[in-house]
C-alpha cells in the first residue's frame, strides 16, 4: 500500500493559489486514475484505488498546512506505511520555476512548514516528495505570493506540471524514484 499525500489548505479561500498546489496535483492524480478522494480519515479527506496494479491512498490534509503531519502520521500508522518506501508527500516550492518539479528521497523541509511537520512528527525527513515549482518571492512578502494566485502563463504551467508528478509517481510505484529523478529534476536557475 503506498499513500499519496498533497499538501494544502482546506478552505475554499485558499483554493487556486500556490500553497494548494500539492491539493490540485491529488486532484490530477485522481481524475488520472479515475480515484474519488471523498472519504474523511485521520484529519483528511482521502481515496483508495488502483495506480499500475499498485494499491494506493489518495490524501488531502484538512487540518491546514502547518499541521500536515497531524494527518500524514496517523494515515502510515493506520495503514502501516513505510514512510521511507511507500510514502510520497507532494508540495509547493518557492525555489523552483513555476511548472517545474523536483523529486527527493529524503530532505529539509527547506522552510516548508507543512514538510516541517511531517518530520517532526514522523521523527524522519527520509520520505520520498515531490516539489512542484510555484515561483520565486519577488516582492518580499512570502505569505502573500504563497496563498496568491497564478497569472494566466503561470496557470497553463503549474497544470502541465501535473503530466510530470504522474510521470514522475508511477517510477516511484515501480521502485524507480532515480530514475524518476533522472528524468524530471530540472537544473536551473530561477530568472
Known sequence: MFLIVGLGNPERKYEGTRHNVGFEAIDAIAKHFNIEVNH???????GKGIINGHKVILAKPMTYMNLSGECVQPLCDYYDVDSESELVVIS????????????????????????KNIISLLGTNAFPRIRVGVGECKNGDLVSHVLGRYDA??????DASFEKVIGALELFLEGDLDAAMNKYNVKEKLE
Open 40 to 46: 474523511k480519515e485521520q484529519k483528511g479527506i482521502v
Open 92 to 115: 509547493d516550492d518557492i525555489s523552483l520555476s513555476t511548472g517545474n518539479i523536483r523529486v527527493r528521497k529524503k530532505g529539509s523541509a527547506g522552510g516548508h512548514n507543512g514538510l
Open 153 to 158: 502563463e503561470d496557470r497553463e504551467k503549474v
